[in-house]
């Protein structure tokens, strides 16, 4: 499964979690894990309830400190102030809509309710429980109000449901609870406010109803940029076709499958874009002709297809070009740099990325990307060969410090 997060961002993070009781507790034992292992400080808040989900001494063993469960046990400190003072965020997870009325209604009459009234702008809520418990009136005009005085919130996914029910209510799967997180403490957010169109994976050309020409781009690269963009405050539309990767949550998606589809999505989003990073693989030749049957092999010794060229998507955006900012990508294995300039300027393009296609090594189908950034301006970075997500953030923090700064 891939994840959309350096992992170096969660080393020395100090996080306070919250556990309220809901049968999804056991998930947040997984989160704690990883988070710790990936080199986060963890202090972890119990409630009575969730004690009967769950025994805290599974908490205490995964992040190797005592569990809190009481507004006085500290002694000396007066812990709640301590806490939410001494760690950066306040992770409410599994929050019920009992915590939730709680908080929303100024009652802190335990240790984890008494935390959220010393900085409420601290506090992130995973909100957890039935489907239409989530949906009561009640507890969405809670979820309101607590919003709105800077509390935010890790919206619930859909699935089936403890209670044997299927809807919004669940915790997200570790992967996507990580990076909505990731999401929320990455600062600053540079491009809070833009938007940005990002296409990633290959296109498919087909021949016949089942056989289709194609690469071998997973998408991956694609993704990251879109979970980096979405990290810095931007609203994401990430266009992409066939990929064998997981879409990164917090972003809208919109599948295609030709390059002919690719260019049709692109252009309807392209106005009200402010940043447009092609990195799709595009095929260039498509057939002149489709077959409507499936092609049979019988009585041909060979097959001879005839290939037109596809529509230079990327030339097209720089001929429309009015206050974007277009972001092309080539992958290139001879005159790297010498080529990227070039289309750098023949596309009109504010900004041409270079990747290496070294098999194994960088380029498709692998996690690491060797790459060269120029912009239009004639600098040029030559960035090392490292994880495709650590290198898009590296692309999107230099767009956002050269165009939004």
Same mark, same amino acid.
């Given at each position: 499964?891939?994840?959309?997060?350096?992992?170096?961002?969660?080393?020395?993070?100090?996080?306070?979690?919250?556990?309220?009781?809901?049968?999804?507790?056991?998930?947040?034992?997984?989160?704690?894990?990883?988070?710790?292992?990936?080199?986060?400080?963890?202090?972890?808040?119990?409630?009575?309830?969730?004690?009967?989900?769950?025994?805290?001494?599974?908490?205490?063993?995964?992040?190797?400190?005592?569990?809190?469960?009481?507004?006085?046990?500290?002694?000396?400190?007066?812990?709640?102030?301590?806490?939410?003072?001494?760690?950066?965020?306040?992770?409410?997870?599994?929050?019920?809509?009992?915590?939730?009325?709680?908080?929303?209604?100024?009652?802190?009459?335990?240790?984890?309710?008494?935390?959220?009234?010393?900085?409420?702008?601290?506090?992130?809520?995973?909100?957890?429980?039935?489907?239409?418990?989530?949906?009561?009136?009640?507890?969405?005009?809670?979820?309101?109000? *607590? &919003? +709105?005085?800077?509390?935010? $919130?890790? /919206? !619930? @996914?859909?699935?089936?449901?403890?209670?044997?029910?299927?809807?919004?209510?669940?915790?997200?799967?570790?992967?996507?609870?990580?990076?909505?997180?990731?999401?929320?403490l990455c600062?600053?957010?540079?491009?809070?406010?833009?938007?940005?169109?990002?296409?990633?994976?290959?296109?498919?050309?087909?021949?016949?109803?089942?056989?289709?020409?194609?690469?071998?781009?997973?998408?991956?690269?694609?993704?990251?940029?879109?979970?980096?963009?979405?990290?810095?405050?931007?609203?994401?539309? *990430? &266009? +992409?076709?066939?990929?064998? $990767?997981? /879409? !990164? @949550?917090?972003?809208?998606?919109?599948?295609?499958?030709?390059?002919?589809?690719?260019?049709?999505?692109?252009?309807?989003?392209?106005?009200?874009t402010d940043?447009?990073?092609?990195?799709?693989?595009?095929?260039?030749?498509?057939?002149?002709?489709?077959?409507?049957?499936?092609?049979?092999?019988?009585?041909?010794?060979?097959?001879?297809?005839?290939?037109?060229?596809?529509?230079?998507?990327?030339?097209?955006?720089?001929?429309?070009?009015?206050?974007?900012?277009?972001?092309?990508?080539?992958?290139?294995?001879?005159?790297? $740099?010498?080529?990227?300039?070039q289309k750098?300027?023949?596309?009109?393009?504010?900004?041409?990325?270079?990747?290496?296609?070294?098999?194994?090594?960088?380029?498709?189908?692998?996690?690491?990307?060797?790459?060269?950034?120029?912009?239009?301006?004639?600098?040029?970075?030559?960035?090392?060969?490292?994880?495709?997500?650590?290198?898009?953030?590296?692309?999107?923090?230099?767009?956002?410090?050269?165009?939004?700064?």
């Open positions: 499964m891939n994840i959309y997060y350096p992992p170096q961002f969660w080393k020395n993070k100090k996080l306070l979690f919250g556990i309220t009781g809901g049968i999804s507790a056991f998930k947040v034992a997984g989160y704690v894990s990883h988070l710790v292992q990936a080199g986060s400080d963890i202090q972890v808040i119990m409630t009575e309830s969730a004690q009967q989900f769950i025994g805290k001494n599974t908490f205490s063993a995964l992040t190797r400190k005592p569990v809190y469960t009481d507004l006085f046990e500290s002694g000396e400190k007066i812990l709640h102030i301590h806490l939410m003072r001494e760690y950066e965020c306040f992770v409410v997870a599994p929050a019920t809509a009992n915590i939730i009325g709680k908080m929303a209604g100024g009652i802190g009459d335990d240790l984890l309710s008494s935390c959220f009234f010393v900085d409420p702008k601290k506090v992130i809520f995973a909100p957890a429980m039935n489907v239409d418990m989530w949906h009561n009136p009640i507890v969405q005009e809670n979820i309101k109000k *607590l &919003i +709105a005085i800077g509390v935010r $919130v890790i /919206i !619930p @996914s859909s699935g089936n449901l403890a209670c044997g029910e299927r809807g919004e209510g669940r915790l997200p799967e570790q992967e996507e609870f990580l990076e909505a997180l990731y999401y929320l600062s600053p957010q540079p491009l809070q406010g833009k938007k940005v169109l990002i296409t990633a994976g290959p296109t498919r050309e087909y021949i016949d109803p089942i056989r289709y020409l194609t690469n071998s781009s997973s998408g991956l690269m694609g993704c990251s940029l879109a979970a980096a963009a979405r990290a810095r405050g931007a609203d994401v539309t *990430l &266009i +992409a076709g066939p990929m064998s $990767v997981r /879409i !990164p @949550s917090g972003i809208h998606f919109l599948p295609i499958v030709s390059t002919q589809d690719l260019k049709t999505a692109v252009l309807e989003q392209y106005d009200k940043i447009c990073i092609m990195n799709a693989a595009v095929a260039d030749y498509r057939p002149s002709n489709i077959s409507t049957v499936k092609i049979k092999k019988q009585g041909k010794s060979e097959l001879i297809l005839n290939l037109i060229q596809n529509p230079d998507i990327l030339s097209e955006l720089g001929r429309r070009k009015v206050s974007q900012v277009l972001v092309g990508f080539c992958a290139e294995d001879g005159d790297i $740099v010498t080529e990227a300039r750098l300027q023949q596309k009109n393009c504010d900004v041409m990325v270079a990747n290496q296609i070294l098999t194994g090594e960088s380029g498709f189908e692998v996690d690491k990307n060797k790459a060269w950034f120029l912009n239009k301006n004639g600098e040029m970075i030559d960035i090392p060969l490292m994880s495709k997500m650590e290198l898009a953030e590296i692309i999107i923090d230099q767009i956002g410090a050269f165009y939004f700064s």
